[in-house]
Nanobody, 121 residues
Framework: QVQLVESGGGSVQAGDSLRLSCVAS????????MHWSRQAPGQEREFVAA????????FYEESVKGRFTISRDNAKNTVYLQMNTLKSEDAGVYYC??????????????WGQGTQVTVSS
């Protein structure tokens, strides 16, 4: 089972930037597809961004395109989410997720505990 620990959340003003980090352990990080999701109070968790195991492919939710950048450092077992020009609607708990592909059990999903992002206007 992969363990994920997020950090970097905080309280910022609209227009500010934050960089979230997620450190993985317990698996072969360089083989994991990684992603970020967020959940605002009273809302369902929604996809934000994803990056393939090699870093060669990235995907973004439409509202964050051009503002957020997902990246990874396989040497540090870490995935990042650089968030620029933050808006109040970006606020919520941000969760890091990993997808471990196995030949026998299919995809195994792991989640971190989340890190809070608060954006005041």
């Amino acid at each position: 089972q992969v363990q994920l620990v997020e950090s970097g959340g905080g309280s910022v003003q609209a227009g500010d930037s934050l960089r979230l980090s997620c450190v993985a352990s317990g698996g072969t990080f360089s083989s994991l597809d990684m992603h970020w999701s967020r959940q605002a109070p009273g809302q369902e968790r929604e996809f934000v961004a994803a990056i393939s195991w090699s870093g060669g492919k990235t995907f973004y939710e439409e509202s964050v395109k051009g503002r957020f950048t997902i990246s990874r450092d396989n040497a540090k077992n870490t995935v990042y989410l650089q968030m620029n020009t933050l808006k109040s609607e970006d606020a919520g708990v941000y969760y890091c997720g990993a997808i471990q592909k196995t030949p026998d059990l299919g995809d195994i999903h792991s989640w971190g505990q989340g890190t809070q992002v608060t954006v005041s206007s």
